[in-house]
């Protein structure tokens, strides 16, 4: 299993991650959350990994802390969850936002990720209650911008399209190419990095 790895960016396409390696380019997808967290490329990064093997594909799965492997580790366990979806919802919110709907039946929230209906909203809900029990948040913990998707400075130089690198970022995430573009559209404005434009479209929609 490869848990941790220890290179230097060469390329940044969210939600993908080329990473040297002592000379081996690994291919890692990331959630949004953890992708915002990594320095600009040609900068070295440390991130933790779940590896998936599968009959037609071996998956590298990548997180900036332990926290949010744990948690996508636990989503995957979830009958109906899998990597795909798991990343997509890491990506909506951050692992504490998700933890407080969990604890706090706040099934409006989950609803509103692509790929998570009402019955998965609710099995979601059911099943990870007991699991995350003992993540401290509690009922006094606000949600924030910060457990969602906030508007930081871009962490690197903008790209020839931020509109159409944003529509497809979001469209990888699982949202229709309709629902991706429209909220590009909605809140693209002049000069803004394709990460901006995606963590704003995103806010939008949860």
Known sequence: MIGRLSGIILEKQPPDLLLDVAGVGYEVQLPLTSFYALPEVGKPAVIYTHFVVREDAQLLYGFSNQTERSLFRQLIKANGVGPKLALTILSGMTA???????????LSTLVK?????????????????DRLKDWGVSSNTPITDKMIMQDDEA??????????????????????????AKAVQQQLKPGMSSEQLIKAALKSMI
């Open 96 to 106: 504490q936002h998700f933890v407080r709907c969990v604890q706090f039946d706040d």
């Open 113 to 129: 990720l692509p790929g998570v209906g009402k019955k998965t909203a609710e099995r979601l809900v059911i099943e990870m209650r």
């Open 155 to 180: 962490l690197f130089a903008p790209p020839a399209s931020a509109e159409q690198d944003a529509i497809s970022a979001l469209f990888g995430l699982g949202y229709s190419q309709a629902q991706a």
